[in-house]
């Protein structure tokens, strides 16, 4: 069989992931160098030449994301905002525009709106659930990229990505999905008709937060190859050990994701009419507005829950940093729970824009722990306040 054949969880352990011809060991060695030798000049082995250009264990992580996402080809980038920034300077030039949504990263939005925005880039942000609105924002004569989160940050919105991939090639534009929360195990935006996939590989498909990294995935044949020659030409590729510690990740990857999203259902449901609580955010609870919709176009809702703290600010702080076994960092996606602030923390940069996070938002990355001790661990810092 080809590693397409498989079923999800096993190319997670063997796409791209061969054993090592020379020795048998089972895990590809990791290879730590520079520059490889050539049988004369011009005479590659194995069409290696420079690691910037290409290194054996990073084309084993290619390869496996590729397999993951569905797509033909991947690219590995030191960074998610890294794989961001190669996929935008491939597809746009000054005067070109994009469609956003109101709900992101704040590194992406920052990215596009401090870095791009003043090279002649153009950007509309717009909510994304809403197609008649996304139709409204779309120059037909300028918007190149339509740029979606979902579920997104920290808001945990559903966009239908069928739906709006066909509405973004109507005009002619590249739309693009960043998959970081739910990772290929739980949503593949290609198969549902969108163009390219970016990944911050720092979070779930890393997985233990010991490695930095970000991806794009995609298709189309011209993009491919302007995407690898920005890769090698302007040059943020993953080192390899930062490849081959993403590669260990993902291989438990449908594991974890399966009790990232057991352990996140169990909170949410018991955090639901929380007298602490105004709202909570989680596509798996029937109330939330876009959960009939995630529930055909994921396999599960993932780990990652948001709530708004009655009280205001104040409030939101102070749980913020009560809790024990959720620590309080950055990032997310780690078999370890965290829980952040976005107000302060991953979006203080779009305050003051139509991202601005409210600030009474408390995000939750729910770890693969005890559920029960984790429940017990927020219950006890909502009573707290």
Do not use: C
């Not at 339509?146 to 991939?165: C, F, G, H, Q, Y």
């Amino acid at each position: 069989m080809t590693d397409s054949e498989y079923q999800f969880a096993t190319r997670a352990i063997r796409a791209g992931q061969d054993f090592d011809p020379t020795t048998g060991s089972v895990v590809p060695p990791v290879y730590m160098t520079s520059t490889f030798v050539q049988d004369g000049i011009g005479g590659f082995r194995g069409g290696y030449e420079y690691a910037r250009g290409g290194n054996p264990t990073r084309d084993s992580l290619q390869e496996l994301l590729a397999s993951l996402e569905g797509g033909a080809k991947a690219f590995s980038f030191a960074s998610g905002l890294a794989a961001e920034d190669t996929l935008l300077r491939a597809i746009l030039k000054p005067g070109d525009h994009i469609v956003m949504g109101n709900d992101v990263y704040g590194g992406t939005h920052r990215l596009v709106s401090r870095v791009l925005v003043p090279w002649g880039v153009s950007i509309s942000t717009v909510e994304m659930s809403d197609l008649d609105a996304v139709r409204h924002a779309i120059r037909p004569d300028a918007t190149k990229i339509i740029w979606v989160e979902t579920p997104s940050n920290p808001l945990m919105k559903i966009t239908d990505i069928a739906a709006l991939a066909e509405l973004g090639h109507e005009f002619g534009a590249t739309v693009v999905v960043d998959n970081t929360f739910a990772s290929p195990y739980l949503q593949r935006p290609l198969e549902l008709g969108a163009d390219v996939v970016v990944h911050s590989t720092t979070k779930y498909l890393g997985g233990h937060s010991d490695v930095l990294g970000g991806a794009v995935v995609l298709n189309d044949a011209e993009l491919i190859e302007k995407v690898g020659f920005l890769q090698f030409g302007v040059g943020a590729v993953s080192g390899p050990m930062d490849a081959w510690l993403t590669v260990r990740g993902i291989k438990t990857l449908a594991v974890r994701m399966d009790r990232h999203s057991s352990n996140a259902a169990a909170i949410a449901e018991r955090l639901v009419g929380h007298p602490k609580l105004e709202t909570v955010y989680y596509p798996g609870l029937p109330s939330h507005p876009g959960h009939e919709l995630a529930a055909r176009q994921m396999k599960s809702f993932g780990g990652m829950i948001s709530v708004g703290v009655a009280g205001g600010p104040a409030s939101a702080k102070t749980f913020a940093e009560s809790t024990t076994l959720f620590q309080l960092a950055e990032s997310l996606g780690g078999v370890e729970s965290l829980i952040g602030y976005p107000s302060e923390m991953t979006h203080a940069s779009v305050k003051g824009t139509a991202l601005e996070v409210p600030e009474n938002i408390v995000r939750l990355s729910v770890g693969i722990e005890d559920a029960d001790d984790l429940i017990d661990d927020v219950l006890g810092a909502l009573d707290r306040l």
